[in-house]
């Protein structure tokens, strides 16, 4: 092991030399295992993605033009609502002061499916609504006997 005291032009080199390398070493490990990680998810996609339908995104309510204030703005760009000869402004159902344009706030919900303000999760209702339309309906027995007494 060489001293700095010995060689110190050299030493100092030296040093530096190493801390770059477990550095950099150390960064291409991580740099690997993040392109591994990827890789892996670019394989296997989620099967589902977490955003809303466009159905959804189609239907919300619209905001008019009469009613939008000079001060409102679009969280998302930033962007005062009346500047835009033409807005498309929406509501989300979550909140009336959640105001967004629309062509920010679609990308968002078709990604994420929450509201990019308080975070409420209209993906998940969506999905459960969906999932109450795939259940069958049981008949209740009493029904049925009714119905085949007026026949019968």
């Known amino acids: 092991m060489r001293r700095e005291s010995d060689h110190p032009g ?7 030399g190493e801390a770059q390398g477990a550095g950099g070493e150390g960064e291409g490990d991580v740099l690997t295992q993040m392109i591994q990680a990827l890789l892996r998810d670019a394989d296997m996609p989620p099967r589902e993605v977490e955003g809303v339908s466009e159905e959804f995104c189609d239907a919300l309510d619209r905001v008019p033009r009469n009613s939008l204030k000079p001060s409102q703005i679009c969280p998302i760009c930033n962007n005062p609502f009346v500047e835009d000869p033409y807005p498309l402004v929406v509501q989300l159902p979550c909140h009336p002061t959640h105001m ?3 062509e920010c706030l679609r990308p968002w919900l078709r990604l994420r499916g929450t509201c990019p303000l308080d975070r409420v999760d209209f993906a998940k209702r969506e ?3 969906a999932e109450e339309r795939r259940k069958p ?3 209740d027995d009493d029904e049925e006997e009714e119905w085949d007494g007026m026949y019968g």
């Open 10 to 16: 050299a030493g100092a080199a030296t040093g530096a």
């Open 100 to 102: 967004f344009d629309l």
């Open 127 to 129: 999905r459960e609504k």
């Open 137 to 139: 309906v049981v008949p």
